[in-house]
């Protein structure tokens, strides 16, 4: 009684008088996943990192809905609970931190329960709505393998954890239709929506128009009813194929702190994301919102191979959200960083994918790229420090810096930013020599003929983090 009296009430201030007798809370217990989800990987394990995101065991995907309640912040993955590769069946994995650097794992959130997804709950975002109550949008498979968009809430907002998420009765909320024209199967990855100052919420969600990306864009006053927008946020003016998880968010203009998904203003510039589903890489794109002809400028024309990256490396189907536990006022990025190994390793090893380290992003003090590096807090688990004095490097010489295992290196992923965040690279390594306790060489390379000045070289190595 008292839960579904939480219920009227968030729903009675969310979406109205008039949509209330629309919503039921409900919740099937999926017993077939939760049992599949506590067996955890066995055997010798070289390459489980110790302080990259990964869930215990199997295949995961994109981060969904990351965000920050109460000062817990919610780390929701793709997950198959059954096996080591994707599959179409996806659900949503779930944990919980209060530092983004240890995590604690939970039930799955979101796994099929109704015909709006029962075929699989796909990529999607969170929105915290007004009075701080957080609903997520997301996409779902449904009987006819079409793609469709659905609105979850937690079920006890008393939950610090919010372990339980409940559907909305009338789900789907979109579908793809012959009035609308949208492809079935290229209408996917709803972004954290934003409300304009004219009291509608927006959001865009990826598709496809005759092998051009774009960012659909929907409308509504009670995030209940959806109206597509007259044009998309942003469309492809080239073959780009499918642009997936797309991201739209501001950013300050000569300022590395971040701000509220709905904020604008004079000193406000824009970043729209997408996911290439083609390369796939994640690119990105700098300018300006009008919000009232709900429609996106970029500085520099439309997407091309050349546009910027978040990653050069390995980095995909990144979201990111808006950080203000006190006194932080940042925006952070999580992105899912896939194998480099064959399906039948990672059968073999029982997983794949990790999550990036969750990295600040802000715009360089030019306006023209973004800049980006590891979190703060990552730096809680640095142990034993090597440090090297200025010393020159001589042109075609390699230094050498001994004194950490390979148990430190994080096993078989580097990341690496460069020029304070402007480049950053990700790459999968898997080390035959370099692995468990044997000893772990760093080298210096200086490739070019100029000899180079090292003002100073810092190394630490890592504890593990408490991950799920
Ligand atoms: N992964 C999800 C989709 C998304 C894709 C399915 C991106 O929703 O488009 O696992 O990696």
Redesign the pocket.
Known sequence: MALSCIWLMFFFSLFGHGVLELIEAFHHVYLNVHQTAQYSTSGNQPYRTSYHFQPPNNWM??PNGPMLRLGIYHLFY?YNPKAAV?GSN?IWGHSTSTDLVNWTPHDPAIYPSQQSDINGC??GSATILPGGHPVILY?GIDPENRQVQNLAAPKNFSDPFLREWVKFKHNPLLTPNSKNKINATYF??PSTAWLGSDGNWRVII?SQKKERGLAILFKSNDFVHWEEAEKPLYSANKDTGMW??PDFYPVLFKSPLGIDTSSNGPDVRYVLKV?F?RTPHDYYMIGTYNPDKDIFIPDNGPFKDSSLRYDYGKF??SKTFFDDKYPLHRRILWG?VNESSSAIDDIKKGWSGVQAIPRSIWLDKSGKQLLQWPIKEIETLRGTQIELPYQVLSGGSVLEVSGLTAAQIDHSIVESFGAEGKACITARVYPTLAINDAEAHLYVFNNGTENIGITRLSAWSMKKAQIN
């Open positions: 995907n994109d793709q994707w996806l796909w990529s996409t996917r990855d990826g997936e998880c996911s589903f995909y189907a899912w």
